[in-house]
């Protein structure tokens, strides 16, 4: 799951963002900047599909 996450984050950003956020800010701001600039685009991709994996992790540390 996360893999394909990523494969599609490097190759359609917006449709990545979707699958994780749903419609939303996230996802307008993710077809900004890809329409302006691709890499931008693919970098909050990425960023949106990891990003509740990093929140579980600072949780469990926080936790212990």
Wanted: aromatic share 10%; proline share 5%; glycine share 4%.
């Amino acid at each position: 799951n996360k893999l394909i996450h990523i494969i599609l984050a490097l190759l359609l950003p917006p449709i990545a963002v979707f699958l994780k956020s749903g419609v939303g800010k996230d996802l307008l701001i993710n077809i900004v900047l890809c329409l302006f600039f691709y890499v931008p685009g693919i970098l909050h991709a990425i960023w949106q599909s990891q990003k509740n994996r990093v929140i579980r992790f600072n949780n469990k540390i926080n936790e212990e």
